[in-house]
């Protein structure tokens, strides 16, 4: 049995104090081409609504955040040799993150078109260009000194040679003494290989956090209960949208029942989520990773980090929507 603790959602974000903590997030930076219809789409016509382009991508969302918080925050990388890249990577610099970014020669930079419909559910077609051209070789072992904490989506551990430059940065990241996030960020291509490949992928990574959607959680755990996910990582954070989140922490040495949070949050209504369980992992990164290692893995520093990915995802959804600016 594990211990249940309700808590309830409160007060707006504010900029972390010192000591800031350091993050090195490894992943995709896209443009996203968003596509917002006004009404159900029709077969074979056009229905009135807006397209925007804006930055993408799960790492690249994670890391502006941090950025905004005050965070130390480091991107890794790779783009095309085209004015999309370019405008991309000037969009993070402005939110005082650290960019280091391999510029692929005959590769696009990554596109990817997302349907919003009405009520905020999503769907996305991806073009991922130049993303999967990151290698081990591009990584620098200063670039990861001092990291308190590196963080990948599912995405950095998939495709070659850039889940291998995620294996590689883990590495980097483990010897610089930083704590190790990852994030399932999507079923369908964590599942390409099957289910028990994705289970031996995430496994070898030996992540200390292990963020997921319940979607993706009974996806990678066959449906059987997310405390399944304790196996993979000693700290487990289930998004759950409008109902809050919630924490499984895996006691030391397995000597007790797991602890269990459920921490809500209050109910917004947004047009399009994009983004917003990104901005929860930056949150809760900012907050956690500003404690020294003793203090990470009580259950009010744990409840703290949780409440601040809600507060940051709900910036994220409270934001206007912001156009990328080509040329």
């Known amino acids: 049995m594990s211990s249940i603790v309700r808590v309830r959602h409160v007060p707006p974000v504010r900029r972390l104090r010192q000591p800031h903590p350091s993050v090195v997030v490894v992943g995709d930076l896209t443009l996203d081409v968003v596509l917002l219809p006004g009404r159900p789409l029709e077969q074979a016509t056009d229905v009135p609504g807006r397209v925007m382009l804006r930055q993408g991508g799960s790492a690249a969302t994670t890391a502006r955040w941090l950025g905004r918080l005050g965070a130390g925050s480091t991107f890794i990388t790779a783009v095309g040799r085209d004015a999309i890249g370019r405008a991309l990577t000037t969009r993070l610099r402005g939110d005082r993150v650290v960019v ?170 947004a047009s399009d989520t994009t983004g917003a369980g990104d901005a929860f992992d930056a949150g809760f990164l900012a907050s956690w990773l500003a404690n020294i290692p003793a203090e990470r893995h009580r259950p009010a520093t744990l409840r703290r980090a949780v409440v601040a990915g809600h507060r940051v995802a709900a910036r994220q959804l409270g934001r206007p929507p912001e156009e990328l600016v080509l040329g």
């Open 100 to 269: 280091h970014a391999l510029r692929a020669a005959g590769r696009p930079t990554a596109r990817i078109g997302v349907v919003v419909t009405p009520d905020g559910e999503r769907s996305f077609v991806a073009d991922r260009g130049a993303a999967d051209l990151l290698t081990p070789g591009d990584l620098r072992a200063r670039w990861f000194a001092g990291a308190d904490g590196v963080h990948l989506p599912a995405y950095s551990l998939i495709g070659e040679p850039l889940g291998s430059a995620g294996r590689r940065a883990v590495e980097l990241g483990r010897t610089a003494g930083a704590v190790v996030a990852v994030d399932l960020a999507s079923s369908g291509p964590l599942l390409g290989g099957g289910r028990t490949a994705a289970v031996e992928l995430i496994r070898s990574v030996e992540p200390d956090l292990l963020f997921a959607t319940e979607s993706e959680a009974s996806a990678l755990l066959g449906g059987a209960p997310s405390e399944g996910l304790l196996a993979l990582a000693p700290v487990v954070v289930i998004k759950r949208g409008g109902k809050g989140a919630t924490l499984l922490h895996r006691q030391s040495g397995d000597s007790g029942p797991p602890l269990h949070l459920e921490v809500a949050t209050r109910h917004l209504t």
